[in-house]
């Protein structure tokens, strides 16, 4: 065991010397495996053999080599609505706060889940959004709780100090997207499992309550991915939501966490991904931006234990990402990044929609035709849709936009 850990120590070492490509040019040539060839070899004709045969093979991959494998949804969790307003935001919302008992006992984990619904609407399409940051920060009402929060520097749980209400709110345009028919709820990630170097968040999030991880079993987005579903859970017993048109969003590793969350949990009706990047939609046999190795020397807390074993061994993956992304098919995906995210590899994200086009087209649905890398700011509309904005590793106000515009296309608002 001593000797393992110093030959992986040795690897690591090795791995942090090599420089990160941004050239296209010094991409490389690589061969992505074909998500329509099952594992004896026969090849995927309809939609019927994708469902019943491929697709639970590509999840079993996934867990057994990437997230591991997660609980099932857990009886013990508890959901206790301790606060209602059905006039915020001057009138134009029915507010909801609501407690997640990871556990029904008192030591939790507990996480809290904010939500809004248009005044007056039942059974809204609803935007259900992992995020970075306190509730607090996404929309300027002071009847928001205030919770204290996991600090990731110092690996402690403390008041946040000098908290701005809305703050973020920028990035969320919750009042435009109430206006358009839609509810949206928050939840803070760190809640769910808090993010902390080395996985030392184990003992303090979800994975308290269960067994010790194999090395196939879940890791902290796994845990992330669990916890949406636990939000899931409670959005589809309230009457203001429509359960059945739940649209999940997250940004960055969140992004990663939605694509993983959408692909095992098919309730989620859509999945929208923001600068997702490695081991979300952007292609690991690419070697352009972050990669595997950068993954596992910096986050292998991320995935499961077995996912190290392809250091250096990116083409050893039985799967890529555009595995990952047809895993939501035939439901709605959108894949948004940005121009100056080059680390997250924004043409990867591109290549992987084009990549997984056919297993939607098995459905009768659209995917991404165009050859060519869009415009910047030209959203492509389909049922995969893409758009890389003009800008950063962020979530814009203009993205909302077409996510919302997204929305539309799939969840008519006159029913």
């Known amino acids: 065991m001593k000797f393992t850990a110093i030959v992986f120590a040795a690897l690591l070492g ?9 050239d296209e040019a010094k991409v490389g040539n690589y061969v992505l495996p074909d998500a329509l060839i099952c594992a004896d070899g026969s090849r995927v004709t309809n939609s019927e053999i994708w469902l019943q045969k491929r697709r639970p093979e590509i999840l079993e991959l996934y867990r057994e080599n990437i997230f591991g494998r997660s609980p099932a949804a857990g009886t013990n969790v508890t959901f206790n609505v301790w606060e209602i307003s059905t006039n915020a935001l001057g009138g134009t919302a029915t507010r909801k706060q609501i407690e997640i008992n990871f556990s029904g006992t008192p030591g939790g984990p507990l996480a809290h889940l904010l939500l809004y619904t248009p005044a007056g609407r039942i059974a809204a399409p609803t935007f259900l959004c992992l995020q970075f ?32 209400r809305g703050e973020l709110a920028r990035n969320w345009k919750i009042a435009e997207t109430l206006a358009r028919g839609y509810g949206i709820a928050v939840i803070d990630y760190r809640e769910i499992e808090p993010d902390l170097s080395r996985g030392a968040g184990f003992k303090f999030g979800v994975h308290k309550n269960f067994p010790p991880p194999a090395a196939n079993d879940w890791g902290a987005i796994g845990a992330w991915a669990w916890g949406a579903s636990r939000a899931l859970d409670y959005l589809q017993t309230d009457k203001d939501v429509d359960g059945q048109r739940v649209i999940l969003f997250g940004h960055s590793r969140l992004g990663k966490t939605v694509l993983w969350a959408g692909a095992e949990d098919a309730r989620f009706a859509a999945v929208i991904a923001n600068c997702s990047g490695e081991m979300g939609a952007s292609l ?47 439901r709605p995906l959108f894949l948004n990044t940005g121009s100056e995210d080059k680390w997250g590899d924004p043409h990867g994200e591109f290549l ?49 936009d077409n996510f919302l515009n997204f929305a539309d296309a799939h969840f008519s608002q006159k029913n």
């Open 14 to 22: 090795c791995l942090s010397a090599m420089a990160t490509n941004y």
């Open 284 to 330: 690991s046999r690419r070697d352009y931006g972050e990669t595997v190795d950068d993954i596992i020397k910096h986050q292998s807390y991320w995935m499961c234990g077995n996912f190290q074993k392809f250091a250096g061994h990116w083409t050893d993956l039985p799967v890529d990402s555009h595995f990952l992304l047809s895993l939501i098919a035939p």
């Open 133 to 164: 940051n306190g509730n607090y920060t996404v929309v300027d009402d002071p009847a928001i709780a205030i919770f204290p929060v996991w600090n990731s520097k110092t690996g402690a749980l403390a008041m946040p100090k000098n908290p701005v």
């Open 352 to 400: 992987a929609a084009r990549a997984a086009t056919p297993v939607y087209e098995l459905f009768g649905k659209t995917g991404i035709a165009e050859t060519n890398f869009p415009p910047l700011d030209h959203a492509l509309q389909h049922d995969i849709g893409f758009n890389c904005h003009t800008g950063k590793h962020d979530v814009l106000p203009s993205d909302w």
